[in-house]
Structures are given as C-alpha cells and as structure tokens.
C-alpha cells in the first residue's frame, strides 16, 4: 500500500512538473511570436533606410550607427543574458538588415576558415556574400576595382606585432580604414591520428610563433612546415597520413579533423587586429581611432618635432611603427595609431601643424574602436 501511494505521489509530482514545462514553453513561444513581428519589423524600417541611403549616394554599412546599437543594448540590456551574447545575436540582425538594403561583397585574405575570414564574419555576420582572396594585395585590389564593397585584412598580433604587407599597401592605396576588428585568437593541434604518430606539423609562420613554447615542450622532433593559411594547413592534414595542423575549431570542423590540444597559444591573451577597409571615412562615435602615416623632412631633431602637436593637443598615441619608402635609402614612412577622429578639432589641430613637418602626410582612416 505505501510502496502504491510513493508510487501515486512521484507520478503526480511528475506531471505538476511537466504542467508547468508545457506553460512555460507556451509562454515561450508566444514571446518567439512576438520577436518574430517585431524583427520584420525593423527589417521593413531597415529596407526603407536603405532606399534613402540609396538616392544619398551613401553606404548601406555605416560603423558609427553600429556602434550606436550595440551602446544601447549595453544601456537597456538588464539581464540575465550577458552583452556578449546580445551582440551576437544583433550582429545578424543588422546583417540580416543589410542583406535587404544591398548584398554586400566582403573580401577576405582566405582560403576559408581562416582567422581573416571569421574576423570577417564577426564584424558583417552570415548574411552577406563573402570573397576568399589569396593576398593582401587582391584583398586592396579587389575593393579598389570595385568587385568587393569592403575588404577584411590582418594587421597586427599582440604577440607577433604587426603585419608589413597590410602597412605597406597603403602607401600607395586610396582605400579608408572604416573599421577595426578585434579576434582573440585560440590556436589548436588538428589530426586524424594521435599526437604519438605525428611526424610533421602544418601551419603558417606566425602561428608557429604564437606557440613556440608549446612546441618546444610538446612536439620535440616533430618537423615544423610552413604553409600560406591555417585553412591550408588543415586540409593536408586532412588527407596526410602522420600529419597535423595547427589552426581553427572551424578548420576542424570544415576539413573534419579531431583536436587533439585546443588552446595551445603561449599567450593567453593572444589577440589579432584586422582592418575593414574601404572607400570612405565614418561619422565620429564616443570613442574613435585615427591612422595616419607620413614621412618626415630629413633636419636634426625631426622625430622630435613630429611629437610636439601630439602632446600639444594632448593627442593619445596607440602605436607607431616605421617602414622603408623603398624609393630612397634610409628613407621612411611612420604609421601612427592616435585616439580621436579627424573631425575632432583637436586633432585637426595636431595635424595640420605635424603637415609643416612632414614631406607627405596621409589620414588612412578614422574609426570607431573595435570591441
């Protein structure tokens, strides 16, 4: 008799529980209803925005007002869902939108699955037709024809520094920097073996340097050979026998690879900037970089002189790295990373009096700050 009534009680306790899933999952689905409307009908809002920008002759991407989205999601976002996760989602909720006012053309140093590319679909989302390109150069080439809206290309690593080609392209280069991509960048060991029968390791360069000490420590014996991509890497590895790659979890799951040692970067903060690039420069936000490179007249004291208007007018500086101009020994270019937009008078101001002591002066682009 007890052991019936236990018996009566549990079931009966089950089906309260499962009265309550099916209410909650109700209310769920009416909420999913609502989302649904309201999201075509931003879409709709969207579709007429891009009809005006359109007759304006102006872009349909516009980083400023994305940024102008993701601080109010920060300002109205209470919880429980963490920002990280509501960017996410509005990240393809723009480029759902933008789908509907022009199917944007983003081109990307590939092949695909690379970090080029995921940086790329960090910054645009799924909803946009994506361009692989073998080099930085056709990654310019293509945007400055005009087969590709924008172009996504690396330039500095935290742990490597930064990328010469990308700096050097733009010696000679229209094209804006319109947008900065930020990309913590996780390596992992891919195979189809075990790491006991590796005899070579395939990947590029630089990610054998962003996990040096791994390799040190772990692969000991094993030849390291460089390729042109992780993505490249992955699919030898894919099809050699005793072979790995270091690369992405998304060249694991492209070339269907297991990971045989995730995370094995030496730094764990290991993160690598790319630059949206471009035909024009975006309206200012809150919080903007400024590029610009030049070359300086050769008199004693110039390095100095180039400094002044910046402590002047109180200009931050973020990075600057030299490169050789290539048409005259011992002749340079300097690229300066400042806080600030070219519209803002005080670095107007830094500009113009740094141009009375430079032999060329070029602003590469001004632009909100990555996240």
Not at 53 to 65: F, H, I, L, N, Q
Not at 91 to 118: C, D, N, W
Not at 341 to 354: G, R
Request: glycine share 8%.
């Amino acid at each position: 008799m007890e052991r019936n009534e236990h018996k009566l009680l549990s079931e009966l306790k089950e089906e309260i529980q499962m009265s309550k899933l099916a209410g909650l999952r109700k209310k769920i689905n009416e909420i999913d209803k609502k989302i649904i409307t309201l999201l075509n009908d931003r879409a709709w809002a969207a579709r007429h925005i891009g009809k005006i920008k359109k007759e304006a002759g102006v872009s349909v991407y516009t980083p400023e007002r994305e940024v102008e989205i993701y601080e109010n999601i920060i300002k109205e976002n209470k919880g429980p869902l963490p920002n990280k996760a509501l960017f996410a989602v509005y990240r393809e909720v723009m480029s759902g939108s933008l789908g509907l006012e022009k199917k944007l053309k983003i081109a990307y140093l590939g092949p695909e699955a690379t970090f080029t590319h995921q940086a790329g679909v960090k910054k645009f989302g799924s909803n946009v037709e994506y361009y692989a390109c073998p080099t930085i150069t056709d990654v310019f080439r293509g945007v400055e024809a005009g087969r590709s809206d924008y172009g996504v290309v690396p330039v500095e690593n935290s742990t490597e520094g930064v990328i010469n080609h990308t700096l050097d392209m733009f010696i000679n280069s229209d094209l804006k920097i319109c947008s900065e991509i930020m990309l913590e960048i996780s390596h992992n060991l891919l195979g189809k073996g075990g790491i006991k029968s590796l005899k070579k390791i395939y990947s590029k360069q630089e990610v054998f340097g962003q996990c040096r000490l791994w390799l040190e420590i772990n692969m000991q014996g094993i030849a390291l050979v460089e390729v042109s991509s992780t993505s490249k890497a992955a699919e030898i590895a894919s099809e050699e026998k005793n072979s790995a790659a270091i690369a992405s979890m998304l060249a694991a799951k492209k070339y269907r690879l297991n990971v045989l040692a995730s995370g094995i970067e030496d730094n764990p903060n290991n993160l690598t900037r790319f630059l949206v690039i471009g035909g024009s420069i975006p309206g200012p936000t809150r919080k903007d970089r400024t590029s610009i490179m030049f070359s300086v007249k050769d008199k004693v004291g110039a390095l100095h002189d180039i400094l002044v208007p910046f402590k002047k007018y109180k200009i931050n500086l973020t990075k600057i790295e030299s490169r050789p101009s290539r048409r005259k020994a011992w002749e340079y270019y300097f690229f300066v990373d400042m806080m600030g937009h070219c519209e803002n008078q005080s670095v107007k101001k830094a500009l113009a009096e740094l141009e009375k002591h430079c032999s060329f002066l070029k602003i590469l682009g001004s632009y909100p700050v990555g996240i």
